[in-house]
C-alpha cells in the first residue's frame, strides 16, 4: 500500500504548490502596487537618471493631457450648475406665475358658484309653480268627478244642492288660483332664465382663466424641458471627460512602475516619503520567499518514485469509474414506497404541515374552536392516538389507506414525523402499558385496542392490531405492497403533495362507505378511478381527476359537467355546490381534471363530511 502514502504525498505537495502559487501572485501584485506609488513619490529624483528619462518625457504629455481634460471637467461642471440655476429660476417664475393667476381665479370661481347655487334655487322654484298647476288641475278632475257621482245617485241626497253649491263654489276659486300659479311661474321662468345667463357668462370667463393656467404652464414646462435635455447633456459629458481623466491616470502606471522599480534597485527614497522604498524591500523579499519555497516543493516532487505514482493514479481512476456506474443504478431505483397493503382502494393525505399554514383552518380554529378539534381529529383518525408526538407541532403528513372488506372497512395509518422517531420508540420501551411483539425481528407494540410499530426512520405505522400487523409484514416483504407504479399509486403520487389534503379511489361508489356521502352518485358512476386535493386558502382551490372508460367518454363526460355543473358538483344531499365559477375541464386521454375554487361554506361541509363530523344529512340552502 506504500504507493497510496506517495500518491497522498503528491497531492499534499501539489496542495501546497498552488498555496505558495497564489500567494506570489498576490505578493507580486502588492508588490506592483508598492513600486507604482514608489515612482510616483520619486518623480523628482528620477530626473537626474537619463535610464528612465523616456518615462519622464511620457509622464509629463500624460500630465498635460489631464490638465487639458482637468479644465474641461471644470467647464461642464460650471455649464451644469448655471443650468441648475436657470431651471430653479424658471420652476420660482412659473409658481410666481401660476399663483397670480390662481388669485385672479378665486373671485370668478366664487361668482361662478354663486349663479350656479341661484340658478339651482330658480329651478326648484318653477318645479315647485309646476307641482301647484298640476295639483289645481288634478283638484279640478277630483271636483268634476264628485259632481258626476252626486248626480248619478239614485235617488239623490237629501242634502244634493247644498254638495252642489260647495262644489260649485270651489270650482270658481281654482281659475283665479290658477292664473295666480301661472303669474307665479312666468316669473320664475324669468328668473331662471336671467340665472342661466349669469351662469354661462362666469363659466365663460372660468374657461378664459383656465386657459391661461394651461398656456402658462406649457411654456414653462418647455423650458424646463430644454434644460433638462442641456443638463443631461452636459451630464454625459462630464461622465465621459471623466472616465478620459481616469484612463490618462491609468496610463501612466506603467512608467512610474520603471521609476519605482529603478529607484528601489538604487536604495532612493523620497525625502517626503522614505516608508514607500521600505515597502517595496519588504515585498520583494516575500515574493523572492514563495520562489523558493516554490522551488523547494517541485524538488521534493521530482524525488518521488513515478511507478508509485502511476499506480496511484490508476487506483483512483478505476474508483470514479466504478462510481460512474453505480450512481446511476442508484438513482434509477424505485421512489419511495409508502409501505401499503395491495388490496387498497383508497388513500386520504393529511398534509399537517400545510393545514397549520392554510387560512380556512386558522379562522375555524378562531372562530369554532370545538368544531375544529372534533374536525382535524377526524381528519386524522388512529394517528390523534400516537404517544409523545404532536400531529400540529411534530408530523408533516399522515396517510390513512382504506379497503372493504365483506363490508367492512378496514383502515391502515401511517404517520410521516418531521425527524427520527427514535424518541417515540424510547418512550414506549419504558412504558409497562406496552407489550412488544415482535414479527421476523420488527416490534410491534401494543396497548388495549391500540397498536404501534416503526416502519421507517420518520414513519411509523398506528391504528388496531391486525391493521398495523400488516402493514408490518407488508414493510418486510411478507405480504405484496402497493405497486410504486400502478394505476392508483401514479394518480395518487400526480396530486400535488403540497396540497393540504389529498383523497383518491380506485372504486369510487365504495367511497360511500368509507366516509359521509361527498359526490354525486352519478359522477361516481360515471368514473373508474377519482381523485381529489384540497388547497385551504382563500379562495380554497380544488383539482378533481376523473378516469373514465374511455378518451370519448371523458369528452362526453366533460361536456356534460360544463353544460350542467350544478347537476354533476354538488354535495350528496345537499344543495350546496362545489364551485363559485363554472370549472375548468380538461382532457387527457381516459383522465379528466376539473380545477374550480370551492365556496367556504361547501369546504368546511366537506372536510366534516370526510372527517365524519357532520349531523345527519339535510338540505340546506346555498
Known amino acids: ?55 519622464i518625457v511620457a509622464l509629463k504629455k ?3 493631457e489631464q490638465k487639458e481634460v482637468a479644465l474641461r471637467i471644470a467647464q461642464i461642471e460650471e455649464s451644469i450648475r448655471k443650468i441648475e440655476l436657470q431651471r430653479a429660476q424658471n420652476a420660482k417664475e412659473q409658481n410666481e406665475a401660476l399663483a397670480k393667476l390662481e388669485e385672479e381665479k378665486k373671485p370668478i370661481l366664487e361668482r361662478r358658484n354663486d349663479a350656479k347655487a341661484a340658478g339651482d334655487l330658480c329651478d326648484r322654484e318653477l318645479s315647485g309653480v309646476e307641482r301647484r298647476l298640476q295639483d289645481n288641475d288634478a283638484a279640478e278632475q277630483e271636483l268634476l268627478k264628485k259632481l258626476a257621482e252626486l248626480q248619478a245617485q239614485v235617488p239623490p241626497p237629501a242634502d244634493l244642492e247644498t254638495q252642489v253649491a260647495a262644489i260649485s263654489a270651489r270650482r270658481v276659486r ?13 316669473g320664475s321662468a324669468e328668473a331662471c332664465r336671467t340665472a342661466r345667463e349669469n351662469l354661462a357668462r362666469h363659466e365663460a370667463e372660468l374657461a378664459v382663466v383656465d386657459k391661461n393656467i394651461a398656456r402658462i404652464r406649457d411654456e414653462f414646462e418647455a423650458r424646463d424641458r430644454v434644460l433638462n435635455e442641456n443638463s443631461r447633456a452636459q451630464q454625459d459629458a462630464l461622465k465621459d471627460a471623466r472616465g478620459l481623466h481616469a484612463t490618462v491616470e491609468e496610463k501612466k502606471n506603467p512608467a512610474y512602475l520603471n521609476i519605482g522599480r529603478h529607484l528601489a534597485s538604487r536604495g532612493i527614497a523620497p525625502p517626503n516619503a522614505p516608508h514607500l522604498l521600505r515597502e517595496v524591500q519588504k515585498r520583494r523579499a516575500a515574493a523572492d520567499r514563495h520562489l523558493q519555497h516554490s522551488a523547494d516543493l517541485a524538488v521534493l516532487s521530482s524525488q518521488i518514485d513515478k511507478q508509485e505514482l502511476r499506480k496511484f493514479y490508476f487506483s483512483v481512476v478505476s474508483l470514479l469509474v466504478l462510481l460512474a456506474i453505480i450512481l446511476p443504478l442508484v438513482f434509477q431505483s424505485p421512489q419511495k414506497r409508502e409501505w ?40 386524522n383518525g388512529s394517528a390523534e392516538r400516537t404517544p409523545v408526538l404532536n400531529l400540529s407541532r411534530d408530523v408533516v403528513r399522515v396517510t ?48 388495549r385496542d391500540f397498536a404501534l410499530a416503526r416502519v421507517g426512520p420518520k414513519t411509523l405505522a398506528v391504528g388496531s392490531a391486525p391493521e398495523v400487523e400488516e402493514l408490518v409484514r407488508v414493510r418486510l416483504g411478507i405480504k405484496p405492497d402497493l405497486k410504486t407504479t400502478g394505476q392508483l399509486f401514479d394518480r395518487f403520487q400526480a396530486l400535488n403533495q403540497g396540497n393540504a389534503l389529498r383523497l383518491i379511489s380506485q372504486d369510487p361508489p365504495k367511497l360511500a362507505q ?67 365559477q363554472t370549472p375548468e375541464a380538461d382532457s387527457q386521454g381516459t383522465d379528466l381534471q376539473l380545477r374550480f375554487d370551492v365556496p367556504e361554506r361547501t369546504a368546511r361541509l366537506l372536510l366534516r363530511r370526510i372527517a365524519k363530523t357532520d349531523a345527519p344529512p339535510t338540505v340546506a340552502g346555498n
Open 62 to 64: 500624460l500630465e498635460q
Open 340 to 379: 401499503l397493503p395491495q388490496e387498497t382502494e383508497a388513500i386520504l393525505s393529511v398534509n399537517t404541515e400545510q393545514i397549520e399554514r392554510d387560512d380556512l383552518p386558522k379562522r375555524w380554529r378562531k372562530d369554532q374552536s370545538a368544531e375544529w378539534q372534533n374536525v382535524w381529529a377526524g381528519l
Open 400 to 447: 390513512r389507506a382504506m379497503t372493504t372488506d365483506a363490508g367492512t372497512t378496514r383502515e391502515f395509518v401511517l404517520v410521516e414525523s418531521r425527524g427520527d422517531v427514535s424518541q417515540v420508540i424510547r418512550s414506549i420501551e419504558k412504558d409497562k402499558a406496552f407489550e412488544r411483539r415482535p414479527i421476523s425481528g420488527l416490534p410491534v407494540w401494543l396497548h
Open 174 to 186: 281654482l281659475p283665479e288660483e290658477r292664473a295666480e300659479v301661472t303669474r307665479a311661474r312666468l
Open 1 to 55: 500500500m506504500s504507493f497510496i502514502r506517495t500518491g497522498l504525498r503528491e497531492i499534499g505537495l501539489k496542495i501546497r504548490r498552488q498555496k505558495t502559487r497564489m500567494a506570489l501572485r498576490h505578493e507580486k501584485r502588492v508588490l506592483q502596487k508598492s513600486e507604482i506609488n514608489l515612482g510616483r513619490e520619486g518623480c523628482s529624483q528620477a530626473v537626474n537618471f537619463p535610464e528612465v528619462r523616456n518615462e
Open 514 to 580: 368509507m366516509f359521509h356521502p361527498i359526490f354525486t352518485p352519478e359522477l361516481l358512476d360515471a368514473s373508474q378511478l377519482l381523485g381529489l386535493s384540497l388547497t385551504l386558502q382563500n379562495p380554497v382551490k380544488a383539482r378533481l381527476v376523473l378516469r373514465c372508460k374511455s378518451p370519448r367518454g371523458a369528452v362526453e363526460l366533460g361536456r356534460l359537467i360544463k353544460n350542467e355543473p350544478q347537476r354533476w358538483l354538488r354535495v350528496q344531499d345537499s344543495d350546496l355546490l362545489l364551485y363559485t
